[in-house]
DNA sequence: TATTGTTATACTCTATAACTATA
DNA sequence: TATAGTTATAGAGTATAACAATA
């Protein structure tokens, strides 16, 4: 292929022009949005020069535990939206990572009480900068008021 | 830092109060609120009678086909923001079940033409029916003046 | 060299059922 | 009986690397 052709194609594609695939009903669909919102969102905060691995999870528990700490597994599961059955293995992963640990309690035997370590704070506390930075990108596209509202709109989806 | 969050972790649990775990910054953050909104519509969406079993990435496929028939592979995957591998798998389980065929390019060898069969269309047909009726739902929650602001900030996000 | 489709791999997320020990 | 935690399992989703055929 010459060279011709070549930047050709490139002027099509990144004009658009090519095929100009028709999105049909999928752009006024919430679903399709919050979906396409939530992947745009992952991508960029996994694109960040990456110091740390984090996922969602991960930090919605430390974060938990770092506010309460002793709170129960279960606890922490309704509050993240995890089944209890797969909070298991995402504590246990913390705990191979220094980060929680489990303590029985002693008034209910059945619960057992998640703690940060002292490595699990530190960690808490980097992820935070970490995350409110990616935050301050994303928040940059809207002004207070916008962001206020799209805030309170995405909270009356999980009412 | 932030006197609220401060200011709410001084409320500490007790234990006949069990259920009112500080969320700390969490209830602020677009990823949390995003993530929660998806996992509300997801949830709610696979708890309705499920006349149909559908998943967002192949319902994706189907409707991009419908309006786009022909449509290449690696076009859907840049679309739906499905990595062209895992496209493969997708529509190798929509020709399976006899919704979709491969066709080779005669243009371009390298392409792989999608196209609804018979059966893809009238498959289409009710699956748009179901998610239609699954948008009809969610959107009463807002005027439509909200949704409009709502879609308008959520597509924002993905620039 | 670049693109399209493909295979392979690995890890994450989610959902469910069944079990235990405690209450 | 009910709850907290666990184990096991299976299906999706996601990301990456490498390859063949084609451009």
Redesign the pocket.
């Known amino acids: 292929?010459n060279g011709i052709?070549?930047a050709r194609?490139?002027v099509r594609?990144t004009s658009g022009d090519r095929k100009a695939i028709d999105l049909d009903i999928l752009p006024s669909l919430l679903g399709f949005n919050i979906?396409r919102a939530?992947?745009a969102l992952?991508?960029r905060f996994?694109?960040g020069d990456a110091e740390v691995?984090i996922?969602?999870?991960?930090f919605g528990v430390l974060l938990l535990a770092h506010a309460n700490p002793g709170v129960?597994?279960?606890?922490?599961?309704q509050e993240?939206?995890?089944?209890?059955?797969?909070?298991?293995?995402?504590?246990?992963?913390l705990e191979n990572q220094g980060w929680v640990v489990?303590k029985r309690?002693?008034?209910?035997?059945?619960?057992?009480?998640?703690h940060l370590t002292a490595a699990g704070q530190r960690a808490y506390r980097m992820l935070k900068r970490t995350v409110l930075e990616h935050e301050k990108n994303f928040a940059l596209r809207y002004s207070d008021s916008e962001r206020v509202q799209l805030l309170s709109l995405l909270q009356r989806m999980c009412v």
């Open positions: 292929m052709a070549r194609r490139a594609r979906r939530q992947i992952w991508r996994n694109r691995d996922k969602p999870g991960a129960a597994q279960v606890e922490l599961a993240l939206h995890i089944d209890k059955a797969n909070m298991v293995a995402l504590i246990d992963k489990r309690s002693g008034e209910d035997r059945r619960r057992q009480g998640i």
